[in-house]
């Protein structure tokens, strides 16, 4: 009997550009069903572009992705839109809209993808409110929320339709330690209470180390290191060590290229990430 995870995404040599700028180059990698995958790098790696691609906001260059099974690449918009219904996404600001209630957010995807009574939908938004300890709130503005607040009723809204794939776009960032701890245990509770596969980008290592089955280093484009925390934490590779470490790297200049950026010159064909 196989008792292996499935595996719920799927990145085969996507390689991807804007304009004339190559960002991602020939990334390749899995995520196991109920796995927390954290991807990491330096500013400018692309991680954040690498988040973008698997939520199919961006088109490939080429490559593959294959969310739950299905290629993205070649769905049809009716296959799209019942593919995103499966998948929750927590923004990075919290992405709530100001005229609504806390309640009308979280009930939002409700009522553009379900068919439900307001009744039924008013529980279901006092439930997930429940599980990310926000019980009662549900007729406050956004504006009267902290910003630890707003994270948490963001996961609560993503969760909503009890995503299989939950994705999480720099959780942590702008809240001081203590919230940032509480929102690394409420993905791990999320994680364990809805049965999901989580995908996190942050550059805060302690949520890393907390919360990551397996981490993925990216570097000017290119996958540096997959593997576990304690792998991680023993790799040899400098740019690795440095990243953990927080030492900056000595650029080293080449005259020609120097002035050929200053021209606009390396403009055909230069590499770049964001």
Do not use: W
């Amino acid at each position: 009997m196989n008792t292996e995870p499935n595996t719920v995404i799927e990145v085969e040599d996507l390689v991807t550009h804007y304009g004339t700028r190559k960002i991602l180059d020939g990334v390749s990698m899995n995520v196991a069903e109920g796995e927390i995958m954290v991807i990491m790098g330096g500013s400018g790696s692309g991680k954040s572009t690498l988040l973008r691609f698997l939520m199919a906001l961006e088109k490939q260059t080429s490559g593959t992705i294959r969310l739950l099974g299905q290629d993205i690449g070649s769905a049809t918009q009716q296959q799209m839109f019942d593919l995103r219904k499966k998948i929750g996404v927590a923004f990075q600001g919290g992405a709530l809209f100001s005229s609504m209630t806390v309640g009308e957010n979280i009930m939002l995807p409700l009522f553009e993808h379900a068919k439900l009574d307001m009744m039924t939908m008013e529980i279901m938004a006092r439930m997930k409110l429940e599980v990310v300890d926000l019980a009662g709130f549900e007729d406050l503005m956004p504006a009267e929320l902290s910003g630890g607040m707003i994270k948490r009723a963001a996961f609560a809204r993503a969760v909503i339709m009890d995503p299989k794939l939950l994705f999480c776009d720099e959780p942590s960032a702008g809240l001081d330690p203590v919230v940032a701890s509480a929102l690394d245990d409420l993905i791990l509770k999320l994680r364990d209470a809805l049965q999901m596969t989580v995908v996190v980008v942050t550059h805060e290592l302690e949520s890393v180390f907390k919360i990551a089955d397996r981490v993925t280093v990216l570097d000017r484009g290119r996958i540096l290191f997959i593997g576990t925390v304690d792998e991680l934490r023993n790799n040899k590779s400098e740019r690795i060590q440095n990243l953990l470490n927080r030492r900056p790297e000595d650029e080293i200049i080449d005259p020609d290229e120097y002035l050929r950026r200053l021209t606009g010159e390396e403009e055909t064909g230069g590499d770049a990430t964001l």
